[in-house]
């Protein structure tokens, strides 16, 4: 039986409902979003506090932290990067901060927004799939009251592996950063291909080692 390579098909990333969403950021990604950031605050980011609540293996803290002054992270596991573990969505809410960056859990992605839009007192921004935005549930829980500002559309391919972070690799899944920042109607943008300037050696030094 031949595969089925469909897009619809391809770009199912969900998991099983007791299972972790391991699905490591890649740091020229984020760089990205903070380059565009960079342009958009009047505000430095250098001077800004900034949470990662779902901070894996630390690979979106480290380049936010090249650009925010301090980055709290934490996750629900402890995948070996040295950082709090803390289940995001229970309890109150956390004490509130400048911006929330994340790559959401899938399932619980809307859940993460919303926290997130509670706590934040500059922005929200998550890296979700663009096929995030093709939902009728999804649109009456949030879009349509809670639209972000600006729909930030990756121009070239966004890999990302299960449970590693590789240089490689090709994926049919397409991304884009959804930014919420105070405006009422939503912008539609670009990210130009961006990959080679933002990309550095050692963002892959744990997987070369692994390789090796």
């Known amino acids: 039986m031949s595969q089925n390579t469909s897009s619809a098909v391809m770009q199912q990333r969900s998991e099983p409902h007791d299972s972790l969403d391991d699905f490591p950021t890649p740091p020229w990604s984020t760089r990205a979003l903070c380059e565009w ?8 980011l250098d001077m800004l506090r900034c949470r990662e609540p779902a901070a894996n293996r630390g690979h979106m803290v480290s380049p936010l932290r090249e650009y925010f002054k301090i980055v709290e992270a934490a996750d629900v596991h402890d995948y070996g990067g040295g950082f709090p573990v803390k289940d995001y969505l229970f309890g109150i809410d956390p004490p509130t901060v400048d911006w929330t960056i994340t790559n959401p859990p899938f399932r619980l992605a809307e ?3 919303e926290r997130a839009l509670a706590t934040s007192i500059q922005g929200v921004a998550v890296i979700v799939r ?15 009251r809670r639209p972000p500002s600006h729909v930030l559309q990756f121009s070239e391919r966004v890999v990302m592996h299960k449970g590693r972070l590789s240089p ?14 105070g405006y009422h109607h939503t912008r539609f943008g670009w990210f ?11 963002d892959y030094a744990a997987y070369r080692e692994v390789a090796a």
Do not use: N
């Not at 663009?130 to 349509?144: K, N, Q």
């Not at 690799?169 to 920042?181: D, E, I, P, R």
């Not at 130009?192 to 050692?202: A, D, G, M, S, V």
């Open 168 to 181: 490689d690799g090709s994926t049919a899944t397409a991304y884009c950063w959804l930014v919420w920042m």
């Open 130 to 144: 663009s096929a995030f935005l093709e939902s009728v549930g999804r649109y009456d829980r949030l879009f349509s």
């Open 37 to 44: 950031l960079v342009h958009q605050q009047s505000q430095p």
């Open 192 to 202: 130009p291909p961006c990959r080679k300037k933002l990309e550095r050696p050692e």
């Open 111 to 113: 859940q993460f927004i």
